[in-house]
């Protein structure tokens, strides 16, 4: 069982930057990659990126790769999503969540029934 909790979320001007931290307990993220996903209202989730825990490979959507960046901090076993240049579109509720890293098709890593544990949560609203 691996438990998730988001943080950093809040109301921030177009144009600033946030960054948002998941911290999983339960267990170590050794065998699994921790992905973001955001749901704005009446939308389907969005994939937005993905860091594979053992081999740091990162994977981004691409309309978002030039704005976010996600890291993460072994020793807080905390992954963050680091966002710039804040849009009003990017308002929306984000997720972290938790695979086991693997690669079998293209659409394993994007696809948000393919991620077994999710947080709660977190509101980001980007609005003047």
């Known amino acids: 069982q691996v438990n998730l909790v988001e943080s950093g979320g809040g109301l921030v001007l177009p144009g600033d930057s946030l960054r948002l931290s998941c911290t999983g307990s339960?267990?170590?993220?050794?065998?699994?990659?921790v992905g973001w996903f955001r749901q704005a209202p009446g939308k389907d989730r969005e994939f937005v990126g993905r860091?594979?825990?053992?081999?740091?490979?990162?994977d981004y959507a691409e309309s978002l790769k030039a704005r976010f960046t996600i890291s993460k901090d072994n020793a807080e076993n905390t992954v963050y999503l680091k966002m710039n240049s804040l849009k009003p579109e990017d308002t929306a509720v984000y997720y972290c969540?938790?695979?086991?890293?693997?690669?079998?098709?293209?659409?394993?890593?994007?696809?948000?029934?393919?991620?077994?544990?999710w947080g709660q949560g977190t509101q980001v609203t980007v609005s003047s």
């Open positions: 969540a938790a695979q086991l890293d693997a690669r079998p098709n293209s659409a394993y890593t994007t696809t948000p029934s393919k991620y077994v544990y």
């Open positions: 339960g267990r170590t993220f050794d065998s699994y990659a």
């Open positions: 860091i594979a825990w053992g081999s740091d490979v990162k």
